[in-house]
C-alpha cells in the first residue's frame, strides 16, 4: 500500500514536471484552467481532511487561503526585486512555504474553538474567522487595504500546481490510512466512542484543522501568483463555499471521489461560457439536483477512506 | 452621553430588523434542524415584492400612507410565505431523511440560484434600484437626540412579532404540533400529527418575517439589488446562533445584541472599518464560553 502511493506521488510529480516544461505551446486559456484545477484539488482534499475524514463543519477554508496568499504575494513582492532570475523558483517556494506556515497558525487558532464546539456552531466560528481574516486584510494598508496587493510575479506553472496537488494528495491519503490517521476516521464516527479508545479527540481535531490549513495557504500562494492580483473580495465565504461544494459532491472522506469533484466543478462553469447569462443559474440547479438524486456524492467507489 | 444614547437607538432599531430575520431562521432550524441558507434570498425576494408592489398599491390606497404600507407589507410577506413553501416543498422534502449536511448543501444551491436568477436582467437586472418609501417618515428629536419613525415602528413591530410568535409556538394547537415535530418527527406523526403539513407552516411563517425584516431592511438600505440578502442574512444567522439557535427569544436578543455591536462599533473613530471583524471575534468569544448560544440548552451527548 504504501509503496504504490509513493510511486504515483513520483509518476504525478515528474509528469506534472515534464509536462510543465512542453506548457508553453499549450493554449493559454486551457494551461490558465488547468493551473485552477490543480489549485482546486489542494484545497479540496485539504478541507477533505477536516470536513470529510474527520467530520467537522469548516466554512473558513477561504481565510486560510487568503492568508497563504497573501503572506506569500508579500514576501515574493518584497524579496524578489532583490533577487537574481536563477534565484526565484528558490523564492517561490519559500513564500509558498511561508504562507502555508501562517495558514497552519491561523488553523491552530480556529482549531482551538473547536475542541468545545460542533455542528453548526463550528461552522458559524469558523465561517466567522474567515471573515475575521478577511476584515484584517481588507484595512490592513501593508496588504493593500481594499484594492488588495497587485504585480505579483506570476510564477506559478503547471507542473507547481499539479506537484503540489500530487503532495497534498499523498500526504492527506498517507495520514489518513496510517495507524495514527485512523484516529480521525474515529473522531468523525463517534468522538466519544473514540475517546474511551485511548484515542484524543482534542488533538486530532486540532491536527487537522493545522495540516488542512497548511495545503490551504500553499494553495492560495499558488493562486496569487497564478491571477498576479489578490483582492479581499475573492475570499469571501461563496468561496469558501465552493470548496465545501467540492467536497460533499465528491463524497465526504473520498479522496478520489473528490479530486474529480474539483476538476469537474472548476471545469463547469468554463464549459457553461457559451450560455454565460444563464452559466451560474445552471450551476446551481445541477447541485441541487446533484443533491436530490445523488446525495451520497457523485463518486462513492472505492472504500471510504482510501486514497 | 449622547453620542452613546444616540448609538443605543439606532443599534436597537438595527438589531430589531436582524431580530426579526433570525426569528425566522430559528423556527425553522427548530422544527427541521438545518439552517435554511435561502432565507437570507426570500428577504431579497420580500423587498422587491414589496418595490414592484407600492406602485400597484399607490392608487388604491395613495403612495406613502399608513395603509398602503400594511397592505405592501402583509402582500409581500404572503407572497413570500407561498414562496418559502414553494421551496420546501420542491427541494427539501425529498431529503427529509438525508444527512442534514446534504440538505444545507441544496439550501446554498437553492440560496444560488435565487441569486443569480434574480441578477439575470430579465429578472430584477443586477443594477441597484431604489427602494420606494413606502411609511411616512418624521423625524423626532428628543433633546439633541434623533429617531426617525420608522425606527420605532420596526421595534414595535418586531416585539409584537416576538410575542406572537411565542404565543404562537407555545399557546396553540398547531404550535404544540410545531413543538412536537420538533422533538421527534416519527413520533409525532404517529400521535396523528401531519408533519409535513406542520413544516410547511412553519416554512410559510419564517419566510414572511424574512419577508418584513427585507422591507425594513430596505428602508434603512441605500438601495435594493439580488445580493442584498447577504450580509444582512449572515448577520441574522450569527444573531440566531448567538441567542441559541432554535430558541425565538434567544433569536430576538441575539438580533439586538448584533445591531448594537454593529452601531457602536461602526460609529466609532479608528474602528469602524473593523465592525465586522469585532462583531464576529465577540461572537466567537461568546460561544467559546457558551457553546450553545446565550439562551441556548447544552446537551448532553450519549454514547
Given at each position: 500500500m504504501r509503496g504504490r502511493e509513493k510511486l504515483f506521488l513520483l509518476i504525478a510529480i515528474v509528469v506534472a514536471i515534464g509536462l510543465s516544461y512542453v506548457s508553453a505551446s499549450f493554449n493559454r486559456y486551457y494551461l490558465g484552467i488547468a493551473i485552477d484545477v490543480g489549485i482546486n484539488i489542494i484545497l479540496a482534499v485539504s478541507l477533505n481532511l477536516i470536513n470529510g475524514h474527520t467530520g467537522q463543519f469548516s466554512l473558513g477554508h477561504a481565510g486560510f487561503m487568503a492568508v497563504g496568499g497573501y503572506f506569500a504575494a508579500k514576501f515574493t513582492l518584497v524579496y524578489g526585486p532583490t533577487l537574481p532570475p536563477a534565484a526565484q523558483p528558490f523564492?517561490?517556494?519559500?513564500?509558498?512555504?511561508l504562507g502555508g506556515i501562517v495558514a497552519a497558525l491561523a488553523g491552530l487558532a480556529v482549531g482551538v474553538p473547536s475542541l468545545r464546539l460542533k455542528g453548526d456552531y463550528l461552522a458559524i466560528v469558523t465561517l466567522g474567522f474567515g471573515e475575521i481574516i478577511r476584515v484584517i486584510f481588507q484595512t490592513s494598508e501593508t496588504f493593500g487595504a481594499a484594492t488588495g496587493l497587485t504585480g505579483i510575479a506570476k510564477l506559478t506553472t503547471f507542473g507547481w500546481a499539479w506537484a503540489l496537488a500530487a503532495v497534498t494528495v499523498y500526504?492527506?491519503?498517507?495520514?489518513?490510512?496510517?495507524?495514527?490517521?485512523?484516529?480521525?476516521?474515529?473522531?468523525?464516527?463517534d468522538e466519544i466512542a473514540a475517546g474511551a479508545m485511548g484515542i484524543n479527540p482534542v488533538r486530532y481535531k486540532v491536527t487537522a484543522f493545522v495540516i488542512g490549513a497548511f495545503f490551504a495557504g500553499i494553495a492560495g500562494g499558488l493562486y496569487a501568483h497564478h491571477k498576479a492580483v489578490l483582492s479581499p473580495g475573492g475570499f469571501d465565504f461563496i468561496k469558501s463555499i465552493e470548496i465545501v461544494v467540492m467536497v460533499i459532491l465528491g463524497g465526504m472522506g473520498r479522496t478520489?471521489?473528490?479530486?474529480?469533484?474539483a476538476i469537474i466543478l472548476t471545469i463547469l462553469p468554463e464549459l457553461l461560457r457559451g450560455v454565460a447569462e444563464y452559466r451560474m443559474i445552471i450551476y446551481s440547479l445541477l447541485i441541487i439536483g446533484l443533491m436530490l438524486t445523488r446525495p451520497q456524492g457523485l463518486f462513492t467507489w472505492g472504500k471510504k477512506g482510501a486514497a | 452621553m449622547d453620542w452613546f444614547l444616540q448609538q443605543l437607538i439606532n443599534g436597537l432599531a438595527l438589531g430589531a430588523i436582524y431580530a426579526l430575520i433570525a426569528l425566522g431562521y430559528t423556527m425553522v432550524y427548530g422544527v427541521l434542524r438545518f439552517i435554511n441558507f435561502a432565507h437570507s434570498d426570500v428577504l431579497m425576494l420580500g423587498a422587491f415584492a414589496a418595490y414592484y408592489l407600492a406602485p400597484l398599491v399607490a392608487p388604491l390606497l395613495g403612495a406613502t400612507t399608513i395603509p398602503s404600507a400594511i397592505a405592501v407589507i402583509v402582500l409581500s410577506a404572503a407572497i413570500c410565505a407561498v414562496i418559502g413553501m414553494t421551496i420546501e416543498y420542491l427541494a427539501y422534502r425529498p431529503l427529509r431523511k438525508r444527512p442534514r449536511l446534504t440538505v444545507l448543501i441544496t439550501a446554498i444551491g437553492v440560496s444560488l440560484f435565487i441569486e443569480y436568477t434574480g441578477q439575470h436582467e430579465k429578472v430584477f437586472g443586477a443594477a441597484t434600484k431604489s427602494f420606494p418609501t413606502l411609511l411616512p417618515k418624521t423625524e423626532i428629536i428628543l433633546g439633541?437626540?434623533?429617531c426617525s419613525s420608522n425606527d420605532l415602528v420596526v421595534v414595535g413591530l418586531t416585539a409584537v412579532l416576538l410575542v406572537a410568535m411565542w404565543f404562537i409556538v407555545q399557546r396553540t394547537k398547531i404550535g404544540m404540533a410545531m413543538r412536537a415535530v420538533s422533538f421527534n418527527e416519527q413520533a409525532a406523526s404517529l400521535m396523528g400529527v401531519n408533519a409535513n403539513a406542520i413544516i410547511s407552516f412553519t416554512f410559510a411563517i419564517g419566510s414572511a418575517l424574512a419577508a418584513i425584516g427585507g422591507i425594513f431592511y430596505s428602508m434603512r438600505a441605500p438601495g435594493i439589488e439580488p445580493l442584498m440578502g447577504v450580509q444582512p442574512g449572515l448577520r441574522a444567522f450569527i444573531a440566531a446562533v448567538l441567542g441559541g439557535i432554535g430558541n425565538l427569544p434567544g433569536a430576538a436578543l441575539g438580533g439586538l445584541v448584533l445591531g448594537l455591536l454593529e452601531t457602536f462599533f461602526g460609529g466609532m473613530p479608528g474602528l469602524s472599518n473593523y465592525r465586522d471583524a469585532i462583531a464576529f471575534a465577540l461572537l466567537i468569544l461568546i460561544l467559546l464560553f457558551r457553546p450553545a448560544g446565550l439562551l441556548g440548552k447544552v446537551q448532553t451527548e450519549k454514547v
Amino acid at each position: 500500500m504504501r509503496g504504490r502511493e509513493k510511486l504515483f506521488l513520483l509518476i504525478a510529480i515528474v509528469v506534472a514536471i515534464g509536462l510543465s516544461y512542453v506548457s508553453a505551446s499549450f493554449n493559454r486559456y486551457y494551461l490558465g484552467i488547468a493551473i485552477d484545477v490543480g489549485i482546486n484539488i489542494i484545497l479540496a482534499v485539504s478541507l477533505n481532511l477536516i470536513n470529510g475524514h474527520t467530520g467537522q463543519f469548516s466554512l473558513g477554508h477561504a481565510g486560510f487561503m487568503a492568508v497563504g496568499g497573501y503572506f506569500a504575494a508579500k514576501f515574493t513582492l518584497v524579496y524578489g526585486p532583490t533577487l537574481p532570475p536563477a534565484a526565484q523558483p528558490f523564492l517561490f517556494a519559500g513564500a509558498l512555504l511561508l504562507g502555508g506556515i501562517v495558514a497552519a497558525l491561523a488553523g491552530l487558532a480556529v482549531g482551538v474553538p473547536s475542541l468545545r464546539l460542533k455542528g453548526d456552531y463550528l461552522a458559524i466560528v469558523t465561517l466567522g474567522f474567515g471573515e475575521i481574516i478577511r476584515v484584517i486584510f481588507q484595512t490592513s494598508e501593508t496588504f493593500g487595504a481594499a484594492t488588495g496587493l497587485t504585480g505579483i510575479a506570476k510564477l506559478t506553472t503547471f507542473g507547481w500546481a499539479w506537484a503540489l496537488a500530487a503532495v497534498t494528495v499523498y500526504v492527506v491519503a498517507c495520514l489518513v490510512n496510517s495507524t495514527y490517521g485512523r484516529g480521525f476516521i474515529a473522531v468523525h464516527d463517534d468522538e466519544i466512542a473514540a475517546g474511551a479508545m485511548g484515542i484524543n479527540p482534542v488533538r486530532y481535531k486540532v491536527t487537522a484543522f493545522v495540516i488542512g490549513a497548511f495545503f490551504a495557504g500553499i494553495a492560495g500562494g499558488l493562486y496569487a501568483h497564478h491571477k498576479a492580483v489578490l483582492s479581499p473580495g475573492g475570499f469571501d465565504f461563496i468561496k469558501s463555499i465552493e470548496i465545501v461544494v467540492m467536497v460533499i459532491l465528491g463524497g465526504m472522506g473520498r479522496t478520489v471521489g473528490v479530486i474529480f469533484a474539483a476538476i469537474i466543478l472548476t471545469i463547469l462553469p468554463e464549459l457553461l461560457r457559451g450560455v454565460a447569462e444563464y452559466r451560474m443559474i445552471i450551476y446551481s440547479l445541477l447541485i441541487i439536483g446533484l443533491m436530490l438524486t445523488r446525495p451520497q456524492g457523485l463518486f462513492t467507489w472505492g472504500k471510504k477512506g482510501a486514497a | 452621553m449622547d453620542w452613546f444614547l444616540q448609538q443605543l437607538i439606532n443599534g436597537l432599531a438595527l438589531g430589531a430588523i436582524y431580530a426579526l430575520i433570525a426569528l425566522g431562521y430559528t423556527m425553522v432550524y427548530g422544527v427541521l434542524r438545518f439552517i435554511n441558507f435561502a432565507h437570507s434570498d426570500v428577504l431579497m425576494l420580500g423587498a422587491f415584492a414589496a418595490y414592484y408592489l407600492a406602485p400597484l398599491v399607490a392608487p388604491l390606497l395613495g403612495a406613502t400612507t399608513i395603509p398602503s404600507a400594511i397592505a405592501v407589507i402583509v402582500l409581500s410577506a404572503a407572497i413570500c410565505a407561498v414562496i418559502g413553501m414553494t421551496i420546501e416543498y420542491l427541494a427539501y422534502r425529498p431529503l427529509r431523511k438525508r444527512p442534514r449536511l446534504t440538505v444545507l448543501i441544496t439550501a446554498i444551491g437553492v440560496s444560488l440560484f435565487i441569486e443569480y436568477t434574480g441578477q439575470h436582467e430579465k429578472v430584477f437586472g443586477a443594477a441597484t434600484k431604489s427602494f420606494p418609501t413606502l411609511l411616512p417618515k418624521t423625524e423626532i428629536i428628543l433633546g439633541g437626540l434623533r429617531c426617525s419613525s420608522n425606527d420605532l415602528v420596526v421595534v414595535g413591530l418586531t416585539a409584537v412579532l416576538l410575542v406572537a410568535m411565542w404565543f404562537i409556538v407555545q399557546r396553540t394547537k398547531i404550535g404544540m404540533a410545531m413543538r412536537a415535530v420538533s422533538f421527534n418527527e416519527q413520533a409525532a406523526s404517529l400521535m396523528g400529527v401531519n408533519a409535513n403539513a406542520i413544516i410547511s407552516f412553519t416554512f410559510a411563517i419564517g419566510s414572511a418575517l424574512a419577508a418584513i425584516g427585507g422591507i425594513f431592511y430596505s428602508m434603512r438600505a441605500p438601495g435594493i439589488e439580488p445580493l442584498m440578502g447577504v450580509q444582512p442574512g449572515l448577520r441574522a444567522f450569527i444573531a440566531a446562533v448567538l441567542g441559541g439557535i432554535g430558541n425565538l427569544p434567544g433569536a430576538a436578543l441575539g438580533g439586538l445584541v448584533l445591531g448594537l455591536l454593529e452601531t457602536f462599533f461602526g460609529g466609532m473613530p479608528g474602528l469602524s472599518n473593523y465592525r465586522d471583524a469585532i462583531a464576529f471575534a465577540l461572537l466567537i468569544l461568546i460561544l467559546l464560553f457558551r457553546p450553545a448560544g446565550l439562551l441556548g440548552k447544552v446537551q448532553t451527548e450519549k454514547v
